[in-house]
């Protein structure tokens, strides 16, 4: 999209506001996804297929019939091992700078495939794994767009904290914020910020909980930030990443 013209959100609405959880923990099937269909608002889960679910996928099926996303995470959640200090967790077998474009290809069709299985649905978006958004090394490093282009809907991508406009819409590329271990006093400011630009924020969120992930947002804060989307829903269009891509495609 090259026009500067304002988004246009449905029934009036001024901005919308994309929640993503990452990695397929149990707290987002046992209390996340219930909680959020109980306020009519749907989220996006990013699913990593090799660890997330394939030990218990009826829970994943369930928080797809609730109306949520089941966006692609990958299959084994490769990163770039760079620094190496810094991703000393990584396997290097899951080295993005060693994956060649076919490679990144079959794993991401392949997972697709794996929640085709759960959804039914054939139009999904992608999380890049650690906000990277490129392959390869030296002169054989390749940026991920036209790759999620041929494959996705859309893909949530750096990490840029930045709210989304017309002039900075790059659907293979969504710019987004992290909620993790952030207040919901320290949100809002950017959410009313969206309402103004009539913009659409994306936030990433990994557990929900002190314990359900390294990284997480505290239940009260996150609980906090749910019932301002229900109660603004006027205002704001809270949507899957798939939803809010689509309807923006169509309505250019």
Same mark, same amino acid.
């Given at each position: 999209?090259?026009?500067?013209?304002?988004?246009?959100? &449905?029934d009036?609405?001024?901005?919308?506001?994309?929640?993503?959880?990452?990695?397929?923990?149990p707290v987002h099937?046992?209390?996340?996804?219930?909680?959020?269909?109980?306020k009519?608002l749907?989220?996006?889960?990013?699913?990593?297929?090799?660890?997330g679910?394939?030990?218990?996928?009826?829970?994943?099926?369930?928080?797809?019939?609730?109306?949520?996303?089941l966006?692609?995470h990958s299959?084994?959640? &490769?990163?770039r091992?760079? &620094?190496?200090?810094?991703?000393s967790w990584?396997?290097?077998?899951?080295?993005?700078?060693?994956?060649?474009?076919?490679r990144?290809t079959d794993? /991401?069709?392949?997972a697709?495939c794996?929640l085709?299985?759960l959804d039914?649905?054939?139009d999904?978006t992608?999380?890049?794994t650690?906000c990277?958004?490129?392959?390869g090394?030296?002169?054989k490093?390749?940026?991920?767009s036209?790759?999620?282009?041929?494959?996705?809907?859309?893909?949530?991508?750096?990490l840029?904290h930045?709210?989304?406009? &017309?002039?900075? @819409?790059?659907?293979p590329a969504l710019?987004?914020?992290?909620?993790?271990?952030?207040?919901?006093?320290? /949100?809002q400011?950017?959410?009313?910020?969206?309402?103004? /630009?009539?913009?659409w /924020?994306?936030?990433?969120f990994h557990?929900?909980?002190e314990?359900?992930?390294?990284h997480?947002?505290?239940?009260?804060?996150h609980?906090?930030? @749910?019932?301002?989307l229900?109660?603004k829903?006027?205002d704001?269009?809270?949507a899957s990443?798939?939803?809010?891509?689509k309807h923006?495609?169509?309505?250019?």
């Open positions: 999209m090259t026009s500067h013209t304002p988004f246009t959100w &449905p009036g609405q001024q901005c919308a506001v994309s929640l993503t959880y990452d990695d397929a923990i099937y046992e209390r996340v996804a219930p909680l959020l269909t109980e009519g749907t989220a996006t889960f990013y699913i990593c297929a090799h660890g679910f394939t030990s218990n996928p009826a829970p994943w099926k369930q928080v797809a019939a609730q109306g949520h996303e966006g692609n299959l084994f959640h &490769p990163c091992r760079e &620094p190496e200090e810094n991703y990584l396997s290097p077998h899951y080295d993005l700078c060693d994956y060649s474009s076919q990144w794993e /991401m069709r392949v697709s794996l085709n299985q039914g649905e054939t999904r992608f999380g890049n650690c990277h958004t490129s392959i090394r030296g002169n490093k390749k940026d991920l036209e790759l999620i282009d041929n494959m996705f809907v859309a893909a949530r991508g750096p840029t930045e709210i989304v406009t &017309p002039q900075t @819409l790059s659907f710019g987004h914020f992290s909620g993790d271990r952030k207040t919901f006093g320290e /949100m400011p950017d959410i009313e910020r969206a309402i103004n /630009m009539k913009g /924020m994306i936030l990433m557990g929900v909980g314990g359900t992930h390294g997480y947002i505290e239940t009260e804060e609980t906090k930030l @749910l019932n301002y229900e109660e829903s006027k704001i269009w809270t990443l798939v939803k809010v891509a923006l495609k169509n309505n250019p």
